[in-house]
Structures are given as structure tokens and as C-alpha cells.
């Protein structure tokens, strides 16, 4: 199948390499020339483990290109896979969406299967298709298919390759498109989940916002299972064993960020609010992720009496383990918290760059550069660099010893062995 996919973000670039992995052409617009150019010569822009060997496996099968003209004319099936920001209200920024639209519009001149795999907010692929035909393409050259993406970042690969199930919305009695994404995930073996349009945008915000609410649940039981000294990893191991709760998504921490969860939650709250419909749920489990912060400056300001000229080691910028991407890290978010308590913060992270706009932080090269003469360390991502550091070496190299571990990566018991003062999350 000659496929044309629109955006070589995380997903449009690991779906292309997937599609390419399973026998099909694919040709990869983006309007970044600099990205093609690089994606051209082999080198991928992102941190994604398996991703680059994956592409150098499937050259023959990947064009990357910005000509969305002869992209668009070359396939048979256009996917959408540009990004979807928040505005500062909350809403979604469909620029990104409406400009894709605008230019396919322009191009279609033979038939069509066009696939948003953006993630959108409820009604905007039934406004897609009314874009298209207000543009004057005519209805028998496209059908609008809505097929939501469910990959984590730092493992895109397996994710692509074994989803728990492919939801496609279709438009009213759109059996033709459902055979052109049958066929072109022959290969992937995973149930359907087929429904309508604004179906399948409700089932994609819906997946987000239940696992949010998981993780904001999680937290606030290990707000209080640190108050009465209980572990909170027992708790989420018991309440996880019954089959209707399931035990993923329940690790307690510093709280969720990333480039999805945040905006998801938002944008389907302010659609829901903008229909005069009240999000008490939504609300709270943002309020919960946002006040996590102050909760673990609190508990770190109990173990050092004034956190004002200290000197404090931040390891991990990444929102999450296995992956280079930084936005809404509720990491950054404690570092610069960090910084308005008059810190000196110190910072390290195995693959993830420090954002120019987060002042007052500097980033070393290693684990042993960033701690050394700090009064204090705190692991804000949980990757395996800082759970197999040599922790001994870590103790003499610290000015003080106190350890907060929002992740509760490391062995507690080991680390007080060894001299911390060891600070976890509902952790005795
Ligand atoms: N990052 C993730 O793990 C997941 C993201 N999603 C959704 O997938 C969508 C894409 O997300 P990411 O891949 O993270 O985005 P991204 O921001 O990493 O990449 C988007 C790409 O689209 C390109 N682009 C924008 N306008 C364009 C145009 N007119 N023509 C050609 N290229 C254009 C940009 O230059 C950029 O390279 C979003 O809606 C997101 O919510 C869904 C599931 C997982
Ligand atoms: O729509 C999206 O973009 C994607 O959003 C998430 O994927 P991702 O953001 O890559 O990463 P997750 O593994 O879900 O982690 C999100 C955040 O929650 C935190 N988290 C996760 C799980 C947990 O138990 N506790 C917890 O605090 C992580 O540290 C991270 O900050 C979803 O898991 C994907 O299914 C979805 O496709």
C-alpha cells in the first residue's frame, strides 16, 4: 500500500517506520526541511530506543520528503500526524490540523482514505469533513477515517507493533475505508474497536484521562498512607490484584507530565465545560498532579530546616524514563520551584537537554559532577542510570545527605544502610 504520512513527530515518524516494517511504501512529509534533510541521511531526530535501527532496516520502503504535493498524489491513504498543542486556555490549537487539511484539499485530485491520527478534540474529524467538501473537493474522492494513536513514548516500537486494540471511527456507513485499514494493519494482531468519528476522539481522550485519574488516585493514597506510615506500594499491589482495578498505572510519584496527558486533560475539559457540562473529576485529578509539587517541597523542607542557598541535585529532566522529551516534566516544574526557594539546582539526565526557558539550573554531564558539594539529591525520573549508580560513591561525594526519591526507583532500606536520609514516596 503507498502511504503518505503527514508530521515526523513521535508518532508520525514510529508509525511510518512500523508501516515500512510491515511491507508498505510510505512517504513521510514534514515541513521542517532540516528534519528531512537529517531523516534522509539516517539520523532521527528524537530519542526513541529501537526507532533508528528499525528505519535503517526499512530504508527501501521510507521516503522522507517536504513535497506534500507528490506525497499526496503518490498514496492511496493520507494519515494526519502533526501535533495538537493547548492554547492557553486549555482549548487545542488546530492550526496545525486546519493547515494539513487546507493543503490536501488543494492536491486531491483521485481517490482518498484520509486518517487523522492526531489526537483531537470530540467533532473535529466531522469538521474535517466539512472542510473538505466547503473547499469544494468532491465527496466521492474522500472518506475521513479517525484511528487515535495509543503509544507511550520510550517504547513506540513494541507499542506500535502490539496495541491492546486499534480504534477506527468511521464515517455513517464507511465500509470501504474499515477494508483499507484492515489491510494495512493485516499484520498487527489486536482487536477492533470500530465506532464513529466522534467515537473514536471520545475513546482516545477518555484512555488519557482514566489513566490520569489512576496516577492522581495513586497520589493521593500515598498522601495518606505517609501520614499513617503505610506503604504505598502494598496498597496499590492489593488494590491492583482485583481483576476490575488491574495493577498498571498505580506507581505513586511526583505525578504525571508530558506532552499528552496535560493537554488531553485540559482540551476534554474545556470542551466539556464550553457544552455547560461540569468536570469535577477532570478538575480534581489536575488540581492532585499540580499540588504534588509543593507536597515533595514541603517534605523536603522538613529535612532541611532552609532550602534558600542550598545547593540541591535534580536527577532527571525527562517527563518519564527512556525518552528525550521534556514538555510539561513535572520534573522541570520541581526545579524551577526549586529556584524561586533561592536553590542552586543541579541537574543530569541520561538522554533529555534542559529547556533554554528554565533559568537558574545548570546541567553536568554525569551523576558525579551534578552531586558533588549538594546538600541534598532528589531523583525526579526514574531511569536505570540512576538506579544502578554507585550509591556509596554518591555519599562521599555529597556535602549532605538527604535523598528524596519521587519515584521510588531506589532501594530504601539499602540507602539507609548506607547513610542517607532517605525521603519516598508513602514510603515508611
Ligand atoms: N507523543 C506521543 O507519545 C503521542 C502523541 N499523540 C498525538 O499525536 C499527535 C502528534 O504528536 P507528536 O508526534 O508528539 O508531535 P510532534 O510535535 O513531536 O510532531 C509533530 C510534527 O508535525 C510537523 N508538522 C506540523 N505541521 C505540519 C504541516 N503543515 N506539514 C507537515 N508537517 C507538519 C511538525 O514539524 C512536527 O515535526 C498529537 O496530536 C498528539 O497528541 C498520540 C499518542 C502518543
Ligand atoms: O496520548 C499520548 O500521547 C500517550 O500518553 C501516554 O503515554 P506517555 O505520555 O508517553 O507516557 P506514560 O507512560 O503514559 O506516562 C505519562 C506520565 O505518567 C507518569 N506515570 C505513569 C504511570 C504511573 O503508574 N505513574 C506515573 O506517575 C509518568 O512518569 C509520566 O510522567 C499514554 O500512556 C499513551 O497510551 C498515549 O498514547
Known sequence: MNICIIGTGYVGLTTSIILAELGHHVISVDKIE??????????????????????????????????????????????????????????????????????????LQTYKTIITKSTVPPGTNERIVTSFLQCGVKRELFRVVSNPEFLREGSAVYDTLHPDRTVIGLEKGDEYSLSILKAMYQQINAPYVITSLTGAEMIKYGSNAFLATKISFINEMAM???????????????????????????????????????????????????????????????????????????????????????????????????????????????????????????????????????????????????????????????????????????HSLLKHHVLLDTRNCLDASKMKELGYIYLGVGRK
Open 34 to 107: 532540516e528534519k528531512i534533510h537529517n531523516l534522509s541521511n539516517g539520523i532521527i531526530p528524537i530519542y526513541e530506543p529501537g526507532l533508528e535501527e528499525l528505519m535503517q532496516k526499512n530504508r527501501t520502503n521510507l521516503t522522507f520528503t517536504t513535497a506534500i504535493k507528490e506525497a499526496i498524489e503518490k498514496s492511496e491513504v493520507i494519515m494526519i500526524a502533526v501535533g495538537t498543542p493547548s492554547l492557553p486556555d486549555g482549548s487545542t490549537d488546530l492550526q496545525y490540523i486546519d493547515s494539513v487539511v487546507e493543503e490536501i484539499a488543494k492536491h
Open 224 to 394: 495518606i498512607c505517609d501520614a499513617y506510615q503505610v506503604e504505598v506500594e502494598d496498597v496499590a499491589k492489593g488494590i491492583g490484584a482485583d481483576k476490575r482495578v488491574g495493577p498498571h498505572f498505580l506507581q505513586a510519584g511526583i505525578g504525571y507530565g508530558g506532552s499528552c496527558f496535560p493537554k488531553d486533560l485540559k482540551s476534554l475539559q474545556y470542551e466539556a465545560n464550553r457544552l455547560g457540562i461540569q468536570t469535577h473529576l477532570l478538575d480534581a485529578v489536575q488540581t492532585i498532579n499540580a499540588h504534588l509539587i509543593d507536597v515533595y517541597l514541603k517534605k523536603l523542607k522538613s529535612y532541611v530546616s532552609t532550602l534558600s542557598s542550598k545547593k540541591v541535585a535534580v536527577l532527571g529532566i525527562a517527563f518519564k524514563p527512556n525518552t528525550d522529551d521534556t514538555r510539561h516534566s513535572q520534573a522541570i516544574e520541581f526545579m524551577n520551584a526549586l529556584v524561586k526557594e533561592g536553590c542552586e539546582v543541579h541537574t543530569f539526565d541520561p538522554k533529555a537537554t534542559l529547556p533554554p526557558y528554565l533559568k537558574g539550573v545548570t546541567q553536568y554531564s554525569n551523576i558525579e559532577k551534578t552531586i558533588e558539594n549538594c546538600d541534598c539529591v532528589v531523583i525526579a525520573t526514574e531511569w536505570d542510570e540512576f538506579l544502578h549508580f554507585d550509591w556509596k560513591k554518591g
